[in-house]
């Protein structure tokens, strides 16, 4: 790319995810369903049903949209304190709505469109303020250059009257149109009160109060109200019509309030007391005679959940005595709430006007976000089912499909799981089963086939579910009375083919279910009692059943190959080799190799030669925890067999995934296991097994328990799927995957001796932007050209792959292995990525895809290849900047990295794969806090070794490493001072070189000055030297914490970014020095904290990390 001469210009945003800040829901003329979301300064418009962006509407200038509320195809949209309003039709096709803006006196909470006129509408305000709002829209399309004058738009938009009974701080609101003239306000205070009043469009203008009536001041919270609700519309209870609100607040209480006027309390409120002052502070109760008169109100329901803050709270749609009610939380999940209503205590209080009571039950917890904080969400009551919209933080927006049972269990809250005992699926037939004292319990139990699943149960009797209609079919299968007396000590049932499974007993006999023929054959018997079954065989192989019967007591598993038809035994093949501790606890068959994992994290590998197999290669796993599940990456449809290389995933009970690549030359006596790829789970330590969808594109889903919870996780979309509460990992379960695309995810579990089944429909929720960021505050940024790595203050480390073509950032891997906020990343190479954090925490990854020849799963592999381990005593500093290169040493690849810790002091180390990390060189500075590091000249690769290091006392000094003296035998160097120079006023954030010539480099730092320093270091003889130093004073409004700089043509190109959300470029010309400001542009990404260029400098792509992620050309 050339740059126009003498400087480039601004920059140009390519690519934005920032947090969704608003949502709402609307419909088209036919009935079509839209999504409206407010990010940055846009509001965008999708479709529901296809997720499709239809229309991407600029409503402010450089302020993000807080809030949505739509009418007949008006939008009504704010932002602070901006108004603006427009059509929504015409969007389908892409057209651009014309915008009208206003500004209101103060901060907008909400806002709504009069139904009774839609040229008017009503926004409330922070200070508990009402304003008219008289809109005026035309149609016709926005022209895009095109700026209209201020006149204009206040003469299509403008605000009326401000309404208020009294004026204490709001941190949420919420308004209701009643009449025509009558609107119901909710306020929630910042010390937990909570008004309601009503404010009347027509009123004698004479008598100011006159506009508003106040009805309640409802306390009991113990922090701010951060969200309120008010009920759709009245309902009818116990024969009278009451109106609900529902409040969350800083206490992570949820509270339903009875906020219906009766004739007990109307106009019992003296508003005039309200305006005196008043104590501040969260009570639940009026103390003082000087508060407000009246009856105190108590709330009809209260109980708490998530696990901090609720932001927000919305009814959904249920019966008047049994209704939903959404929270959500600044922990990036959603509630689901059933309120039941309790009946009068006595017919004659019904209709009475007492006061109502109820009970809050958590039904279920929706987790589709990645961070913290849910800072938007919409909900549109259906006619079958509700949709919720949730914005978070990661910049995702989720769609929940919460369909509604017409029978939900009665003694379960979950409304998704069906409980049934024997007696629901097949009554007791005394002519089949004898009279017994014992009651008939469920038994084991697998799903065999979509849909299917065979149980048995303690009286012998088999049974087959058919699940996929909604009566859910169940069938006796018919046993021989032998048969049926064996099946009482069933201990192993598992499903071998689709329609098939084997099932084995404690007296040693194993038979097998066909399916088809609706038969159950006698297969083997073996000596002594049953305990597990593994069956081997691979996907689309339907000629033969291979198992592996364990017995308890005997090491050596016996390895049968059955007929599927008839269950006749086709081989019996031996195994030896294995150790005598060896507990198998998983087993897979793959081409001529069986492979078993063990409970002591034991892999054995056993391969055929002739008839037998036998072990050819024992592999310990890291950490020694059980193995669960051994599961080879798809390969391609039609592709031969593996032969002697292919890739296996291992789940295992340390809350970790590994995969692993199989090699077996043909010389080598035994095979090799190379670990490629290790991540950590966000459910677990429990992780019990993982399996690839049946979809065309196969998609890896694991599958484990955390606490309580049966949770399935899509790895491939980086989501949580199903969560389901089965009372915790000891229970006896199975779970169904299919496919994605067309099948539900289900589960069964056993729960107090009934079974419970789960199915969710794998489209219960999506993601309208598939695509989103860590849901914390990116804190470092480095980009090797291909992937570019983040680090953020949620402690992982995320690697992604920017598709400019798709227009979207690709998450291939990440990584959680800090326990603090990150600190620095820095790729050295292709294949080596550094990342650091407090605790002294330096990780080296290793990072290389995996061959596309052997799987068609994409994956970057990377392992943690080691840990830095050269700490301090107590071992809790930070390291806060690390920088280095790859170099070559006796044949292998070795680092060279400089870390500077936060107690001033900073090293140099070599590491290799063989020897780990070798201490060069180190130095102390003075007090103050090293922050930054670049190493102009490496130890052990010749020339110079020097390094250059910030501060936060403003100063850039220059190091030189010597040998210490009376220490001439020592291997390890001493940094000593070579320059120092007092370039800021406070601490130096942010650094970067970049070399003008073989002698010459210009240094560009930021401050917490708000300054942009620019200092040129040159060569001095043997060494190097600070030559001139300048400063641009005030370069932003705020800390400038990531700078950036190329070099281009005859001068340098840099990029600043700031606290203050602005972009900005600089040109230095290289000949005399002078800086010129080129471009300042606004940014969506709040708390930028670091910038980096995305590709080959010379492209002029670069992205902006903080609260989001930006991308930009210049």
């Known amino acids: 790319m050339s740059f126009p001469s003498p400087a480039p210009s601004a920059p140009t945003r390519e690519f934005t995810q920032v947090p969704v800040t608003s949502l709402a829901f609307c419909h088209t003329r036919g009935g079509r369903a839209l999504v409206l979301s407010g990010e940055d300064t846009e509001v965008r418009v999708y479709d529901a049903e296809s997720s499709a962006l239809l229309c991407r509407v600029p409503v402010f200038h450089e302020q993000p949209v ?48 009069n139904p009774f006129d839609t040229s008017s509408a009503v926004l409330v305000t922070a200070h508990n303020e009402v304003v008219r709002l008289a809109v005026a829209l035309e149609e016709g399309e926005e022209e895009e250059e095109q700026e209209e004058e201020e006149q204009e738009e206040e003469d299509k938009m403008g605000c009326k009257a401000v309404v208020s009974p009294a004026r204490p701080n709001l941190y949420s609101a919420e308004l209701a149109w009643l009449d025509e003239h009558t609107v119901l306000v909710a306020a929630g205070t910042a010390f937990g009160e909570i008004l309601i009043w009503k404010y009347y469009t027509h009123h004698d203008a004479s008598d100011p109060s006159s506009s508003y009536e106040m009805l309640f001041v409802l306390t009991g919270h113990e922090g701010s109200i951060y969200g309120v609700s008010i009920a759709p519309e009245a309902i009818d209870i116990h024969g009278e019509s009451v109106r609900l609100l529902a409040s969350c607040s800083d206490d992570r209480t949820v509270r339903v309030w009875d906020i219906t006027e009766r004739a007990a309390n109307k106009k019992t409120y003296d508003s005039g007391h309200f305006n005196k002052a008043r104590e501040t502070g969260f009570t639940d109760y009026l103390a003082a005679d000087s508060q407000p008169v009246m009856d105190a109100v108590p709330p009809v329901s209260m109980a ?28 990036a999940t959603t509630n689901k709430w059933q309120l039941v209503i309790h009946p009068p205590a006595s017919p004659d209080d019904a209709g009475a006007g007492g006061p109502l009571t109820g009970q809050l039950h958590l039904v279920r917890t929706f987790s589709y976000h990645d961070g913290k904080h849910l800072w938007s969400h919409a909900v549109l009551r259906e006619q079958q089912c509700t949709l919720i919209a949730t914005g978070g933080g990661d910049s995702r927006i989720t769609l929940i499909n919460d369909e509604r049972r017409a029978q939900p269990e009665p003694d379960s809250h979950d409304e998704l799981a069906t409980k049934l005992d024997v007696r629901d699926i097949c009554p007791v037939d005394s002519a089949v089963l004898p009279p017994s004292k014992k009651p008939e319990v469920l038994g084991r139990f697998d799903f065999i086939a979509p849909g299917q699943i065979l149980m048995t149960t303690s009286a012998g009797r088999l049974l087959l579910g058919d699940l ?112 005598y501790r060896f507990v198998t606890t998983s087993a897979t068959k793959i081409g001529d190799y069986l492979l078993m994992g063990s409970r002591s994290g034991w892999l054995s590998v056993l391969r055929r030669r002739g008839q037998d197999y036998s072990r050819v290669l024992e592999f310990p796993c890291p950490n020694r925890d059980a193995i669960t599940s051994i599961v080879p990456l798809p390969r391609r449809a039609g592709e031969e067999a593996p032969g002697t290389q292919f890739y296996i995933l291992l789940t295992t009970r340390d809350g970790k995934y590994r995969i692993y690549e199989f090699t077996h030359a043909p010389d080598a006596p035994s095979p090799s296991l190379a670990l490629c790829h290790e991540a950590w789970l966000p459910f677990g330590p429990m992780v019990e097994g993982a399996c690839f969808t049946a979809d065309a594109t196969p998609e890896l889903l694991l599958y484990g328990f955390r606490s309580k919870h049966f949770v399935v996780w899509n790895e491939t979309r980086r989501e949580e799927c199903l969560s389901v509460d089965c009372g915790g990992a000891h229970r006896t379960f199975s779970f169904q995957p299919g496919s994605l695309a067309t099948d539900p995810l289900r589960c069964a579990f056993t729960k107090a001796s009934r079974l419970s089944l789960y199915a969710q429909q794998a489209s219960h929720a999506r993601h309208l932007k598939s695509r989103g960021t860590h849901g914390r505050e990116i804190r470092a940024l480095s980009s090797n050209g291909r992937y570019l790595a983040t680090g953020a203050e949620d402690t992982s480390v995320r690697i992604w792959e920017y598709r400019g073509s798709h227009g979207d950032m690709q998450c291939l891997a990440s990584m959680k292995t800090h326990v603090t906020g990150i600190q620095s990343v820095k790729w050295l190479g292709d294949k080596y990525l550094l990342s650091s954090a407090a605790n002294e925490e330096l990780f080296v990854w290793r990072v290389s895809p995996l061959k596309t020849s052997s799987t068609t799963y994409p994956v970057l592999g990377v392992i943690c290849e080691t840990t830095f381990d050269d700490k301090t005593t107590v071992g809790d500093l930070r390291i806060l900047d690390v ?83 009376g220490e001439a035998e020592s291997s390890t160097l001493v940094y000593t001072l070579a320059g120092s120079l007092r370039l800021h006023q406070s601490s130096i954030k942010c650094l970067d070189v970049v070399a003008l010539s073989d002698t010459e480099a210009v240094i560009v730092t930021g401050g917490d000055d708000n300054g942009l320093g620019i200092t040129t270091l040159a060569r001095r003889g043997e060494g190097l030297a600070f030559a001139s130093r300048g400063i641009v004073p005030s370069a932003h409004a705020a800390a400038i914490n990531g700078v950036i700089a190329t070099r281009k043509q005859d001068g340098v190109v840099v990029v600043s970014v700031s606290n203050d959300q602005r972009v900005k470029t600089w040109w230095i010309r290289q000949h005399d020095r002078a800086v010129a400001k080129t471009g300042d542009v606004y940014s969506g990404v709040a708390d930028a904290g670091d910038v980096e260029f995305l590709d080959d400098e010379d492209a002029g792509r670069f992205v902006v990390g903080g609260v989001g992620l930006e991308i930009w050309h210049v």
């Open 66 to 113: 807080h809030g949505l509320s739509i009418l007949d195809g008006k939008v009504l949209a704010w932002g602070a304190k901006y108004v603006a309003a427009f059509e929504i039709r015409g969007v389908e096709e892409g057209t651009r709505p014309q915008v009208v803006r206003a500004v209101a006196p103060d901060w907008i909470y909400d806002g709504r469109w």
């Open 883 to 965: 920088d280095g290169g790859v170099v070559q040493q006796d044949g292998e690849e070795a680092l060279v990295l400089s870390l500077v810790l936060s107690n001033s002091t900073f090293r140099t180390y070599r590491y290799t794969r063989t020897a780990g990390f070798q201490l060069l060189a180190k130095g102390a500075y003075t007090g103050a806090c090293l922050t930054q590091v670049r190493q102009l000249g490496r130890l052990g690769v010749g020339g110079e070794a020097a390094l250059l290091t910030a501060a936060t006392d403003g100063h850039l000094v220059l190091w030189k490493a010597i040998v210490q003296e």
């Open 304 to 331: 708490m959940g998530h696990l901090s803050r609720i932001w927000g709270v919305e009814f959904g749609a249920g019966p008047s005595t049994d209704m939903a009610i959404y929270t959500f939380g600044e922990d």
């Open 468 to 579: 996929g209609s909604s009566s859910r079919q169940w069938e006796r299968i018919e046993l021989e009375p032998l048969v049926q007396e064996d099946l009482k000590g069933c201990y192993v049932l598992k499903c071998a083919l689709p329609g098939n499974a084997v099932l084995g007993t404690t007296g040693g006999h194993v038979y097998l279910y066909n399916g088809k023929a609706g038969t159950v054959a006698h297969v083997t018997h073996v000596k002594g009692k049953i305990t597990d079954i593994y069956c081997l065989s691979q996907p689309g192989q339907m000629s033969q059943i291979d198992i592996l019967v364990h017995v308890f007591g005997h090491v050596q598993p016996q390895y049968l190959v059955l007929d599927p038809q008839t269950g006749n035994i086709l081989d019996a093949v031996d195994l030896s080799g294995l150790d």
